[in-house]
């Protein structure tokens, strides 16, 4: 089954490639599998490659190769396909000539370029993709594919359906008041006519005071009411709000590290600035809005009940004006969505720079930057300048239809009055209604404009919600790892199972409990990757880890990350005080002990010699920290835990060869009989380890103490002479 090519955005920005795969497998009349097919590409934050998306495409039944061809070689690849476009970036192609190509970028959508810009971002590089009679019938991608979809589904009645009934009683009052509001605002025209038809042309004195009374009791009854449901509205968006968000955060701090690792920082700007759309949702204007289009077929009726012929020519606008909004609103979403990707890349363009301002400084980098993120920012106000450009094209024709339309009536209308067709009554509610259709008509674009954008808001939080949190054991017992030694089995690790090389390949070693261990080898020889599994961010191992009788994996993660306490290479230092970012290892230390603390990390003279001490504000990310004093933070948070295992990874190279003798000292006297393991490249630290790992290419090549290491002259004599520090 073949549909019309569809358009599918990418969800973060690395998904380019996966998307594409999608929308062909979509145009072959498959489901939407973003996350499955992310999932089967194991995306890291920097995207995928060709050679993964044709493994995936063969696996679900495609025949599929990449190519590198001239332009005028299209004409015999098959369509749809897939070009390497803008050196890091891939689009679907389905349609070339001559002198224009049509495109599918999945960051915006549709587009036709010509020949000549399409060649300066192509390198000539495409994946075919062929349909089969095997397309779609891999027995084990499809039941994975019919549990996606049955989980999306599980997602809504989990997370959307469980929050908005608990608000039900709220959401019942606030639409009846909505409705009632509708009724008064449609009973008002009607009672015009009867004060215009029945007491002024008729002189009536006697019932033109009810029929005011009524008048004012409806208008004073309408204000009341819309300030009520607007009070209630918005006390409903607060709780709303926190119980959504919080239910969100909740999730998302709950993932796999894996998770974080494959998305980059302006992807989780990007789901922020998403949620807060769903804010829009609920604001009293979109509300009633959204309910006056719903209220436009009554509305109509209440014409045609008036005058048949007028009514017609109304219904007639309607119809002009949804025409206009089904024709011109995708393409006015498609330049909405590539200003929004402007945005996130000037955005990331703003970022780099601020955030690398030390370094751009030091190499002198201003002026390539101001350059580089002019260019960026020009693009997109290119962008924005067509975006808003076409929205007054299409505020325009809004507007003559509607000044056409109201002189038209205007002028119908006063002549059917002559004829008496109508009365002036008659006439006076019609235009009244005919005014409360063309309101909500004027904003339906933006209402249908701010549906497809929601849906879209959605599907980025479904992909969220639907990943997998960290496995949590049952075992709930709180297991001490006191006088139990780590014992590694055939441990094998890869962050991305795609590419052929490990990154730790049969590790089998035995740590015994209260040694002090170090580990050395070059960079990027798997030292990190191994400390990080032993503090369980990652699970998807071959192999075994055991503490003493328990398996990693059958422990909880808490019980895990409160015995085994680590100080990365990298230090974060949380928006706040020196206090509230020591005491976040320990919130119920006394005083007492955060001052012990502050001392065995060598941190007393710092505080002494600043006059708010620890509550001194340290900025975001500890900006106004040194590197040294970084560290020392998360030294003084590592006194005031109680560990069973201590990681050093690198954790002494920013600081002073004082400052190391001290922490040092304190730490092992502080924590005496417990097992500490360090990465480490200065002499002191390693030549006093019990035993010694040598790393090599993610393997274990040699183990013993500083002595023995040495005496064999193999791999850690030669590391000696080239890396540490004698």
Not at 316 to 335: A, D, N, Q, W
Not at 361 to 384: A, G, H, P, Q
Request: net charge positive; hydrophobic share 45%; glycine share 4%.
């Amino acid at each position: 089954m073949f549909v019309k090519i569809p358009t599918i955005r990418q969800r973060d920005m690395s998904e380019c490639g996966t998307t594409c795969l999608s929308i062909i497998f979509r145009y072959y009349g498959f489901y939407n599998i973003q996350s499955i097919l992310r999932d089967l590409a194991n995306v890291s934050s920097e995207g995928t490659n060709l050679l993964v998306l044709r493994n995936i495409a063969q696996q679900f039944g495609f025949d599929s190769d990449g190519f590198k061809i001239e332009y005028n070689f299209f004409k015999k690849i098959h369509l749809p396909c897939i070009a390497h476009y803008e050196g890091n970036h891939f689009v679907v192609v389905y349609k070339v000539t001559n002198k224009y190509i049509w495109l599918i970028d999945p960051s915006y959508g549709k587009t036709r370029l010509s020949k000549y810009d399409f060649q300066k971002k192509w390198k000539g590089v495409i994946l075919q993709i062929k349909a089969t009679n095997s397309i779609f019938k891999n027995e084990k991608l499809m039941n994975r594919v019919e549990k996606e979809i049955k989980n999306r589904k599980l997602i809504i009645k989990k997370f959307y359906f469980s929050i908005l009934y608990s608000f039900k009683k709220n959401i019942f009052i606030i639409l009846f008041l909505t409705f009632v509001i509708q009724l008064l605002a449609l009973a008002l025209p009607y009672y015009s006519k009867e004060l215009l038809d029945k007491v002024i042309i008729a002189k009536n004195k006697e019932i033109l005071h009810s029929i005011l009374i009524i008048l004012l009791i409806i208008l004073i009854s309408r204000l009341l009411i819309t300030l009520l449901r607007n009070i209630l509205l918005t006390k409903f968006k607060k709780h709303f709000e926190l119980k959504f968000f919080s239910t969100f955060f909740n999730h998302l701090m709950s993932l796999k590290q894996s998770y974080f690792d494959s998305h980059k920082r302006e992807d989780f700007i990007n789901r922020f600035q998403e949620n807060l759309k769903i804010r829009s949702i609920f604001s009293p204007g979109i509300i009633q809005s959204i309910l006056d289009v719903v209220f436009i077929v009554f509305y109509l009726i209440s014409l045609y009940l008036i005058s048949i012929s007028l009514a017609n020519i109304v219904l007639g606008v309607v119809l002009l004006f949804s025409l206009i909004t089904i024709y011109f609103s995708p393409k006015l979403r498609h330049l909405e969505n590539k200003v929004f990707q402007e945005n996130l890349k000037s955005m990331g363009s703003f970022l780099d720079s601020l955030l690398g301002i030390r370094t751009i400084k030091f190499l002198t980098l201003e002026e390539k930057k101001i350059e580089e993120w002019k260019k960026d920012y020009s693009s997109n106000l290119s962008n924005v300048y067509k975006s808003e450009k076409y929205s007054i094209l299409i505020q325009f024709l809004i507007n003559a239809i509607f000044v056409s339309s109201q002189i038209f009536i205007y002028w119908l209308g006063a002549y059917f009055i002559f004829f008496q067709k109508i009365t002036i009554g008659d006439y006076i509610a019609f235009t009244m209604i005919f005014s409360m259709i063309i309101n909500p008509l004027k904003n339906i674009s933006r209402i249908w404009f701010m549906i497809t954008e929601l849906s879209i808001t959605f599907d980025k939080l479904n992909d969220i919600f639907i990943q997998k949190e960290e496995e949590i054991s049952t075992n709930e017992n709180n297991l001490s790892f006191k006088n139990k030694d780590i014992k590694i089995n055939n441990l094998s690790f890869s962050y991305n199972p795609n590419k052929n090389k490990n990154i730790l390949t049969d590790i089998n070693i035995k740590i015994p409990y209260g040694k002090k261990i170090s580990i050395v080898g070059r960079n990027g020889s798997g030292k990190t990757s191994f400390v990080n599994l032993l503090t369980a961010l990652y699970s998807n191992y071959n192999g075994s880890i055991f503490i003493g009788n328990d398996n990693f994996k059958n422990i909880q993660l808490r019980n895990i990350r409160s015995n085994i306490a680590i100080i990365p290479q990298e230090v974060y230092i949380f928006n706040g005080t020196i206090r509230e970012n020591i005491l976040c290892s320990n919130p119920n230390a006394s005083e007492k002990d955060l001052l012990k603390a502050i001392k065995l990390a060598d941190l007393e003279y710092y505080l002494t010699n600043n006059y708010f001490g620890l509550d001194y504000k340290i900025g975001s990310s500890g900006s106004e920290l040194s590197g040294g004093q970084k560290l020392k933070i998360a030294f003084a948070r590592l006194f005031l835990m109680k560990p069973d295992i201590i990681i050093l990874d690198e954790a002494t190279s920013v600081l002073d060869i004082e400052s190391e003798n001290i922490i040092m000292n304190n730490l092992n006297n502080y924590f005496k009989n417990i097992t500490i393991i360090s990465i480490a490249h200065r002499l002191n630290t390693v030549k006093n380890s019990d035993i010694i790992f040598v790393f090599n290419e993610g393997k274990i090549v040699e183990e013993g103490s500083h002595e023995e290491l040495l005496a064999i002259k193999g791999e850690y004599f030669n590391f000696m002479k080239t890396y540490l520090d004698f």
